[in-house]
């Protein structure tokens, strides 16, 4: 058995640029971090058989490999050239649809799995390459690169995206006790409300092809943000980042209509009146979890985010990307 986990992620700048509508013409620019919350994947080879079990929250077992209605584990096996004899299973901290980027952390956990079962070694830059292409190229899904590649990477890490989609990766360079600090300041509410991130993301990558300048603009704003974010970081000023925060949040907002709601909006108020230096939807909006940056008066965001009905989701940096934990 061959046990796999992919982290799941928090977006910190940037986000919104790693699409292809933009990134092709502008270049993209983002921060993203990993979080001790897993995709998990476990791998067996049945003994008797030569039929592909596929469980997830449907059960599928099949002969062949075009059989497999599950998208995402159908091309992993194609790409990865196993035809048969191969029982597939996950499961997972958090539900899918959240804003977390459960997609890519089951496809970079999978991918890794199956190279693993192959005995194949794969680095962190290919295994992220191989998940792109498999989402963007392949299955046309309206997705960036965000997602892919911390999963594979982990850690608190800068990506940048030329306009031919090449990546370059750069961990950075923070002190452990600011990281602890950072950890402190950030607060993670599930909100309860699921959300259509592809009709979002299609929507918007649609109107930067067709050079929508408002949409546009906003874009080249949030990778601008995504950069004096990497330097408040840099820096170790939260103070400087929460503020950063809210002002990417307010950018992003103008970006489609169906980012926030009246809903979001006043979770958020409630979240800047009681403390929050500034905070964020996760993903591509609409719902999912609400990220805020509160240095001081964390007692008093919580016991708001609570009457509310919100759950906190409490976490550690990930520092290790995707990783074998078992081969057996």
Request: a positive charge; glycine letters at 10%; proline letters at 3%.
């Amino acid at each position: 058995m061959i046990l796999v986990r992919a982290p799941f992620r928090v977006p910190i700048g940037g986000g919104g640029t790693d699409l292809p509508s933009y990134y092709s013409k502008f270049g993209g620019e983002f921060i993203s971090a990993s979080i001790n919350r897993y995709m998990y994947i476990t791998i067996n080879r049945p003994i008797v058989d030569k039929l592909i079990r596929v469980k997830y929250t449907q059960t599928e077992i099949v002969n062949t490999v075009g059989e497999v209605r599950h998208d995402l584990v159908r091309e992993a096996l194609r790409l990865t050239k196993i035809k048969d004899s191969i029982e597939i299973n996950s499961f997972a901290d958090l539900p899918a649809g959240v804003g977390m980027g459960s997609s890519g952390s089951y496809l970079v956990a999978l991918l890794k799995a199956l190279h693993t079962l192959k005995r194949e070694h794969i680095s962190d830059q290919n295994l992220a390459e191989e998940a792109c292409r498999i989402e963007i190229n392949k299955l046309k899904r309206f997705v960036g690169k965000q997602d892919q590649y911390i999963a594979a990477f982990g850690g608190i890490t800068k990506f940048k995206i030329n306009k031919k989609g090449e990546v370059k990766i750069r961990p950075l360079p923070l002190s452990p006790s600011f990281i602890g600090d950072l950890e402190n300041s950030l607060l993670i509410f599930y909100t309860g409300i699921r959300r259509e991130e592809q009709q979002i993301l299609k929507r918007q990558s649609i109107k930067t092809k067709n050079n929508d300048k408002r949409v546009i603009e906003n874009l080249h704003l949030i990778k601008s943000i995504g950069k004096d974010i990497e330097q408040a970081l840099l820096e170790e000023n939260i103070s400087s980042f929460g503020k950063l925060m809210h002002k990417h949040w307010m950018t992003k907002r103008n970006l489609s209509t169906s980012i926030s709601s009246s809903r979001i909006d006043q979770l958020y108020e409630l979240g800047i009146k009681n403390g929050a230096l500034g905070g964020k939807i996760m993903g591509a909006g609409g719902g999912g979890f609400l990220l805020f940056c509160c240095p001081r008066n964390k007692g008093r965001l919580r016991l708001a985010m609570k009457n509310e009905g919100l759950t906190e989701l409490f976490f550690h940096f990930d520092m290790e990307g995707a990783k074998v934990i078992a081969n057996l």
